[in-house]
């Protein structure tokens, strides 16, 4: 059964930094993604990044996040900066199998002074 792993989260304050990953339990073809879920909201898009390294981001992360992978490795992250109390949520990893979507389990960013 494939799956996907997410770790990096946590508590940080406002300005401050994190890094996500996510690790496949194997090979993944096309896009990898990151999602998030705030309570309340539905969930969203933030960044996604194809197998040769083009990436979209949602506006409201621009210029301040960063999503890269390391394809031998299995592997994606999310480098976040500049945080905002705005992007409290869940951070999930999404990619498709063929045609099944496989969702991570997903990780907490909590950002508050």
């Known amino acids: 059964q494939v799956q996907l792993v997410e770790s990096g989260g946590g508590s940080v304050q406002p300005g401050g930094s994190l890094r996500l990953s996510c690790e496949a339990s194997?090979?993944?073809?096309?896009?990898m993604s990151w999602y998030r879920q705030a309570p309340g909201k539905q969930r969203e898009l933030v960044a996604d990044?194809?197998?040769?390294?083009?990436?979209g981001y949602a506006d409201s992360v621009k210029g301040r996040f960063a999503i890269s992978r390391h394809n031998t490795k299995n592997m994606i992250y999310l480098h976040m900066s500049d945080l905002e109390p705005e992007d409290s949520a869940v951070y999930y990893c999404?990619?498709?199998?063929?045609?099944?979507?496989?969702w991570g389990r997903g990780t907490q960013v909590a950002v508050s002074s």
């Open positions: 999404h990619a498709t199998f063929g045609v099944m979507p496989v």
């Open positions: 194997t090979t993944v073809f096309g896009v």
């Open positions: 990044i194809t197998t040769g390294g083009t990436t």
